[in-house]
């Protein structure tokens, strides 16, 4: 929120009563007098802001530009590419539901990831990440970034304490680490990645300015994980899914750290990759209905899995409600998540032949990538979103042929049965 915008105090407590972040979505950081008493706000579809004085179009340009150490953040509304009244709202929304500092929207996930690593990585640099990843994050990560001199050394995604501080020790000798980027759980195989004892390997190799550990939390949260609170610095997300949840908008967010956020925001503000006044406008709509949409997407997610579990063309569900007892992964899902989440990989018994054959006869769910939407989608992550990811890593990872990946939404869980039933009785 910018200082010229609210005469309104927005509150988050009513005396000692924290109020929830569902019930904050409804109206948090918008006050109705300043746009003619209109319930929602309406929607800026402005390129450029009129300045009271020169003198105030000068102090804004100032806080653009960092010239007093604002991060970027100027006082008051300037251009469409730097801050605008809906993408404000919007971020002050995005913050409340992981209780971070501050946050910060994109036209697209991709877009909010790739400003991310170029606000802090130089020549020389090393970036340590999880395994696998989305196949774009990696793509920057293994592909585009090391043709300006930056390395990566990457762990799966399931690592011990042990193997993070080998993993940490490699890292170092290669050069100076500029962030430590995480995906939990991991798109698609829905491994868990211990932030704990990644932010505790981290702590014990390094002195002084720590790397930055940056998290994409798009499956799980903002409803079923937290990574803020197990020690990570940024939340990523795709907003694109669950946040805007009707598979009508692409765009991105990050939460998190002020002081890390405000390097991000510069980059920004040259840059370009702003959310859209419309599709900010659109997300504050669907985060008044997030936590209703997860809650039935995951109890839904939970019914089917159950079903598919044990049906003999099956070979196994990566569902997080099914953890090995006394696993690793059971023990990281116990510490860090609060639900399983509405997304999961089926593997189907045989190839990429039978994975086709499940998905062509779908009437219901529909053959489509992405995830967190009101509908259930599936898809083939091998032959489709991972495609451009080497055999020899997808064989690595457990992205094989006769994986689907599935993300349920808010249909009755009985009718998905019935479609999936039907559809496996065709492999």
Not at 364 to 381: H, R, Y
Request: aromatic letters at 8%; charged letters at 25%.
């Amino acid at each position: 929120m910018t200082e010229s915008r609210p005469p309104k105090e927005f509150e988050t407590h009513i005396g000692n009563h924290k109020l929830d972040p569902s019930t904050l979505m409804m109206g948090y950081g918008f006050d109705p007098a300043l746009s003619e008493g209109s319930l929602k706000p309406p929607i800026f579809l402005t390129s450029t802001f009129v300045f009271q004085t020169a003198a105030e179009g000068k102090r804004f340009f100032e806080g653009i530009t960092n010239k007093h150490g604002s991060g970027g953040k100027a006082e008051g509304l300037v251009y469409s590419r730097f801050n605008g009244p809906n993408q404000e709202i919007l971020e002050d929304r995005l913050k409340l539901w992981e209780e971070a500092e501050t946050a910060l929207t994109f036209s697209s996930g991709m877009t909010a990831i790739a400003t991310l690593l170029l606000a802090f990585v130089r020549p020389g640099d090393v970036v340590v990440h999880s395994g696998p990843l989305y196949a774009a994050t990696e793509t920057i990560i293994n592909k585009i970034l090391t043709q300006f001199g930056v390395h990566y050394v990457d762990f799966p995604a399931g690592a011990t304490r042990d193997e993070l501080d080998d993993v940490m020790a490699r890292a170092k000798a290669k050069g100076r680490v500029a962030m430590i980027y995480l995906e939990s759980p991991a798109n698609p195989t829905n491994a868990l990645v211990d932030v704990e004892a990644v932010a505790a390997a981290r702590a014990a190799a390094f002195e002084g300015e720590l790397p930055p550990i940056a998290i994409d939390n798009t499956f799980l949260g903002p409803l079923w994980a937290k990574p803020l609170d197990q020690g990570a610095d940024i939340s990523v997300y795709s907003l694109t899914k669950y946040a805007g949840g009707h598979s009508d908008l692409v765009a991105g967010g990050l939460v998190g750290k002020r002081a890390l956020l405000d390097k991000v925001r510069l980059m920004r503000n040259v840059m370009g990759g702003i959310c859209d006044p419309n599709t900010a406008w659109m997300l504050m709509r669907s985060l008044e209905t997030l936590e209703l949409r997860m809650t039935r997407a995951g109890e839904s997610a939970e019914k089917v899995c159950e079903f598919l579990r044990d049906h003999p063309k099956v070979e196994k569900v990566g569902y997080l409600g099914f953890l090995e007892p006394g696993s690793r992964q059971e023990d990281i899902y116990k510490r860090h998540c609060t639900g399983a989440g509405s997304t999961f990989s089926l593997y189907l018994k045989g190839g990429e032949r039978e994975a086709f054959a499940f998905l062509d006869a779908l009437k219901i769910a529909n053959l489509a990538v992405s995830l967190g939407g009101t509908e259930t989608l599936a898809s083939a992550p091998a032959a489709m979103t991972h495609l451009s990811v080497p055999d020899e890593r997808k064989a690595a990872l457990g992205i094989s042929d006769n994986l689907v990946r599935i993300s349920i939404g808010v249909e009755k869980a009985e009718d998905l049965i019935a479609d999936f039933d039907n559809a496996l009785q065709g492999v």
